[in-house]
């Protein structure tokens, strides 16, 4: 392993994909760099493409690619769950067609890592952010993307913030060749 890796940490969801740029050295999170969420595939008259374009736009500036896979909870919706796979889906297979290691984080791994429960919420997650030190701002009612830098966007969703925690537990998993 390098000294230093950059990751983007996707975490696709049913509404939006989280997204976290972050720098990785000695095996550890050193710097988020931005986060936010790709919301392409949601919007009417978008589809996964566009999404996918964003994520192959960017792809290539990366050491790594961790994606973030859905546990064993049933989903309410099929179509939701079809969007969902689908996404995942795309980005592996962006990441294979541009040579760029990936590698995939059950989510019940990313919160029991995090928040010491395999169903944790999202505000649990985010306060287990905090604890490592990581800013969590409050925009609002939600709250937005943690991160260790000053510029970030305050346009974030909790689903940016998934994202940096999901670069986290995949910075862990890369240290311990897993």
Known sequence: MTDT??????DPGSR????????????????????GVMHAHQRAGDSLEGLVQQVRDRV???????????GPHP??????????????????AVCVMRAVRHIMVPDP??????????VAGKSE?????????????????????PCRTAGMDDRHSPDAADA???GHVAADRLLLGI
Request: proline share 2%; net charge positive.
């Open 75 to 92: 989903f309410k919706n099929r179509a939701a769950a079809t969007t969902l796979y689908q996404t995942i889906g795309a980005f592996r």
């Open 125 to 145: 997650v985010h306060w287990a952010l905090a604890r490592l030190g990581y800013q969590v701002v409050q925009v609002g009612r939600q709250k937005c993307s």
């Open 164 to 166: 940096v925690a999901l």
């Open 60 to 70: 290539d500036t990366y050491d790594v690619i961790a994606i973030e896979e859905p």
């Open 16 to 35: 939006f994909t989280g997204w976290a740029q972050i720098v990785v050295r000695e095996g550890y999170p050193h710097e988020v760099r931005g986060s």
């Open 109 to 118: 791994v990313v919160k029991l890592a995090l928040a010491g429960r395999e």
């Open 5 to 10: 890796i950059k990751m983007l940490a996707l």
